[in-house]
């Protein structure tokens, strides 16, 4: 996704949301394939319920924590590294979300100035 140049005009506003939707679409994408990753690795390695891997993989993906008590040690290294990465996840998807907004003010300062 290429961003115009500073010595560009402004975009329209119509093209900018779309650029938003593009990049709201992105985040989605992204916080999909990870919260199927957490279920999956939940259903098979702490052998949960689907219900309740779901439960928890949104939960950690959420910033909220575990549910429910993890039998095994796997289930627990699966746990922790997928906090770890939800964390990041978080922090990516933010970016993503943001990036758009903060490139047009600053290029909308920048025309002005």
Known sequence: MAYEHHSQRLLPFREFIARML?????AVGVMS????MGIVGYHELARMP???SFLNAAMILGGMGPVGD???DTAKIFAGCYALYAGVVFIAVAGIMIAPVAHRVLHKLHLNG
């Open 22 to 26: 593009r990049h709201f679409g992105i």
């Open 33 to 36: 394939g990870s919260l199927m």
């Open 50 to 52: 689907w219900v309740d």
């Open 70 to 72: 993890l039998p095994t």
